[in-house]
């Protein structure tokens, strides 16, 4: 009895060995595993920090992948973030302190004279679970559908995908067509500002709303191509529109008077003397086009993982993304594999590290007016470039599990435009450079 | 004369296309985990959602890294 339950095992593990070779490339991992229909779970815990006491993130994730049996296979994945620090207000650093009031309109903060206004009243928690299903339809016919959910006190997301993806060409070329329909609904705190609300009049005037929403659809055509027996290459096109709120209701633009110095909000709500701050608006519709392609491509044991996307989108930014890994295989299961990724991007059309009052802003007695459609001083619609150096190290424990490391330090070095040579800004770099690091430890079993 | 020199072209690369890809005994090394195109998506998930919220680009490798408020 016992040997014909190994025997049978044995052919069973056999059949699935074949079934992966001929599978290739699309779904080989599940269908190794054909034999053995219990979870494949994935799971990793997350440190990021930021230098200059901004954002610090925990994030735990677990993944499991089943195997239903005839090619079908369930996916589920479940992310929490916690995260606590600071975040820069948009307000530009000058030579002199500034004060702000928070987003709920009750505290004030106050920012030393040539230091990055930061918001410090951030945190957050997130918690976004995923589900999906992949099936056959059809001969050499994959269908995949899944959905999302992710909550955060000030925001909320559901999304719905599909993808079909046909093999062809002795499953040498794989076409894919998929679509994605995401629904945010954004609740900030102290409600959503209007339009270039002054720091003082949102609160005195309660220039804000309630929620907000906006809604994105994606759509990705891609083509995998197996080149020979050690590489393989895919090309993906996807196009992504995005319509509704889609200004940060927590950014701020500085206003300079005509000599480039701060100058006081004129409202008569005004009696604590605070600067002129306009809340950001960034246009309520975004498309974006984006080309990816990645090759992997396998040495006598390495292997090699190159990949490069550019992006354009009709708020300007368009970017370039080179990214290579090079997994090393050191023999006994263990593997170190290096990292590194460029990233550069212009910036958005209507990016502003400050307005200026005459020009962009009118100011009529108490009343301020902006002659713009749109204005961000968010670092991040900026142009700059990134750097990312990384290395993992993994060791696999037994057939189906493996721990790993990773760390990954991130540099961004701005190209913003310079301040102005006089008055408040002088000397000051407007845009803030950003520096991040991050730890994973990754376990994954056979469950 | 240049017609041909494009003919000859376009035949030799359409050959080169014919000849891309391989038979089914020969998919072991391209079956393995490490050349899956996303190898470790727990990693890669995690590394779009930092991007996502401090680039202003996003997406390629799937769908854009949506369902956050942090960008």
């Known amino acids: 009895m016992q040997l014909k339950k190994s025997k049978g095992l044995t052919i069973a593990h056999a059949i699935a060995q074949a079934s992966a070779v001929l599978l290739g490339a699309t779904a080989p991992l599940v269908s190794a595993h054909a034999d053995d229909h219990g979870w494949q779970v994935d799971t990793a815990a997350l440190f990021y920090t930021e230098s200059d006491s901004r954002v610090q993130a925990a994030e735990p994730v677990i993944s499991m992948k089943k195997d239903m049996g005839d090619e079908k296979i369930l996916n589920l994945k479940l992310v929490l973030d916690s995260l606590t620090g600071a975040s820069p207000n948009g307000a530009a650093p000058a030579n002199v302190a500034q004060i702000f009031t928070g987003p709920s309109g009750g505290g004030t903060y106050t920012t030393p004279a040539g230091e990055i206004p930061l918001d410090d009243e951030f945190k957050d928690t997130r918690a976004a679970i995923s589900a999906g299903w992949q099936q056959p339809i059809g001969e050499n016919l994959r269908l995949n559908v899944g959905g999302n959910i992710s909550s955060e006190f000030d925001f909320q997301s559901v999304g719905v995908n599909a993808a079909i993806a046909k093999d062809i060409n002795d499953k040498n070329t794989t076409l894919s067509a998929g679509i994605n329909l995401e629904f945010d609904n954004i609740d900030p705190v102290g409600g959503s500002p209007e339009p270039f609300a002054t720091m003082v009049d949102k609160v005195a005037k309660n220039l804000a709303g309630g929620a907000d929403t906006k809604t994105v659809t994606d759509l990705l055509l891609g083509v995998t191509q197996v080149i020979n027996r050690n590489a393989i290459v895919q090309v993906n096109y996807s196009l992504s529109m995005a319509n509704g709120y889609q200004s940060d209701p927590y950014k701020m633009l500085t206003v300079l008077d005509g000599s480039n110095n701060l100058m006081l909000d004129p409202s008569i709500d005004n009696t604590s003397g605070y600067n002129l701050y306009l809340f950001e608006v960034r246009p309520d519709s975004r498309t974006k086009h984006s080309l990816y392609t990645q090759l992997k491509y396998h040495l006598t044991k390495d292997v090699i993982d190159a990949s490069y996307r550019y992006t354009t989108d009709d708020w300007g930014v368009n970017s370039h993304t080179l990214d290579l890994k090079y997994r090393w295989e050191l023999g006994h299961a263990m593997y170190l594999e290096p990292h590194v990724r460029w990233y550069i991007q212009t910036e958005a059309d209507f990016y502003k590290p400050y307005l200026q009052a005459g020009s962009d802003v009118a100011i009529v007695g108490p009343t301020v007016t902006s002659n713009l459609d749109a204005a961000s001083a968010d670092p991040r619609l900026g142009s700059f470039d990134a750097t990312t150096f990384g290395v993992k190290y993994g060791i696999g424990l037994s057939k189906d599990s493996e721990l790993n490391f990773r760390i990954e330090k991130y540099d961004q070095k701005a190209n913003g435009p310079a301040a102005p040579a006089t008055g408040d800004l002088a000397g000051q770099q407007l845009q803030p450079d950003l520096s991040a690091m991050w730890l994973q430890i990754g376990y994954s079993f056979r469950w | ?71």
């Open chain 2, 1 to 71: 004369m240049n017609k041909t020199l494009v003919l000859v072209l376009m035949a030799s690369l359409l050959g080169a296309c014919s000849s891309l890809g391989v038979k089914p005994w020969e998919r072991d090394l391209l079956a393995k985990q490490s050349m899956q195109f996303n190898a470790y998506p727990v990693d890669s998930g995690l590394d779009d959602h930092i991007y996502f919220s401090k680039e202003a680009a996003s997406g390629g490798r799937g769908f854009g890294g949506g369902g956050c408020g942090c960008n």
